[in-house]
Every structure is written in C-alpha cells, then in structure tokens.
C-alpha cells in the first residue's frame, strides 16, 4: 500500500528521495501520477492504513467523516407529500444525465470550507456514481426479477437522489449515492424514497455524511446517525496543507474514482 503513492502522486509533491530500504520504486501507470490527494474506504478499520505513508515518517491516508444515517423501512406505508406528477423515476440513461448536469452545477458552486486553506469534492459523473450501477449488475440481477428499472428521482435540478443497492449481506439496503435537497422538500423526498425501498424488498435506507441543513429534518423523521465501523473514508493530500486543514466536500457514496475538483484559499 505505501508503494502506491508513488504511482498515484504528482512525484513533484512526494519526498525527493524514494526510500532506499523498499528497494526500487514502482513503475509508473498510464493515467497515473498526477495526483494532488487519493482516496480509499476501509474495512480494516482507521490505524491500518494511516501507517501506509510514502515514507516510514509519514502518515498515509486519514479517516475522515465516515458517519452513516439510516432508516428502518418496516412494513408501513409512508404518506407522501406533494404530487407524484411532480416527481420523475430516472432510468440508467436518467441518472447518467443527472449527474452530468450535477457535475456542472458542483463546479460553478464549489466553495472553501470554513477554516480550512483546501478541500476537494469529486465529480459524480464519467463512470464514477455510475460505478456504483455497473458493480452490482450481476448480483441484483439475479435478486429483482424483472430487473431493476430506476436508479433515482427527480423533482427539479435542485432536489433530487440517486441510488444503488446492498444485498450480499443483511439487512437489504438501498444505499444513497448522490442527494440534492432543501429541508422544505426532504420529507417528500424522503417518503418517496422509502416508498420504493419497501416495494423492492429493502430493509434500510441509508446516506452517508447527510448535509449540515438537512441534519434537524432527517432526525425528526428518525434518521439514526451513526460513525460506521467498515467502509471508513479516508484520503491522504500530497499537497503541503495539513491534514486538518484540508475539507472533503460532498463525502457521499458515489465517490469511487478520481475526477476531482479543488479548491485552494488565497
């Protein structure tokens, strides 16, 4: 794992020197070695690979916000607000448009965190949310039959998620990739989110790293937030910020490949 920092980095940004006692450094990779930060989810839990720096005196990558909140979706029905004509299902070809037109807004949007002289986001489009589609295609075929037609919902640019779903284990979840809303039109959104994963079989709903102004209206309809103990995001920055000083916005599940977009202060 510390070898791959040397493939992954912007070598400009690594110590001069590759260390000497690992032998030689690694080949360079096409389409790699450019990078200002890189990024991982663990199931090893936080200390693992924080020891795998680039060097024996540096620290690798952080855990950084790996908080969870879910839902139960029992056997009630959920009442929804608003009309359903004013909500669209997206198919695949739905939410590939989505995030395109998400991406863009992200980048016009994008501003520094409070207190922190960097942060970055990813991009959730160019494979990356659709990832999340494409890894269980096999297994969730074999699980809905007929196939799963829609992968997300939309009321306006504004106010919208996207999804995927956890199988392979218990409880069944429908996992949020990407949300987008304001607390006047969660709870629509919520209720027609839920609605879809109780007729799918689902057991949960889940979002990672709800955003700050959503937080009163999820608890209010019994979110349950909590930090996960697999699945821990973490990113190590090349860049010479601290650690502490660098923000990950937008910490959400789509996150799966580099296409990134940073920030600095000036």
Known sequence: MRLLHWVLADTTLLPAEFPNEWGAPPTKVVHAGDGW?????????????????????????IVRSPVSTTWDVGQESTSTDGRDSDWTLLDEAGVSKLWENDAESIVQTLSLAENHQACF???????????????????????????IQ????????????????????????????????????FEALWSRVMSIARKLGMEKVEMYNVPDNLHSIVTHLG?????????????KWYGAEESNKVAWLLNERYIVHVIPIIVYSQ
């Open 150 to 185: 829609h992968w997300g919902i939309i009321a306006d640019p504004d106010t919208f998620a996207t999804w995927t779903f956890e199988i392979r284990s218990l409880p069944k979840t429908l996992l949020i990739t990407r949300l987008s809303c304001s607390p006047l039109d």
């Open 223 to 235: 979110g349950t937030s909590f930090e996960r103990e697999e699945h821990l995001s973490a990113f």
């Open 37 to 61: 930060f890189s990024v991982l989810w663990s199931d090893v839990g936080a200390e693992f690979y924080k020891r795998c720096g680039p060097t024996k005196d540096q620290d690798g990558w």
């Open 121 to 147: 986001a990813f991009l959730p489009y160019k494979g990356v949310a659709a990832f999340q589609y494409w890894r269980n295609m096999d297994i969730l075929a074999k699980y809905f039959t007929p196939s």
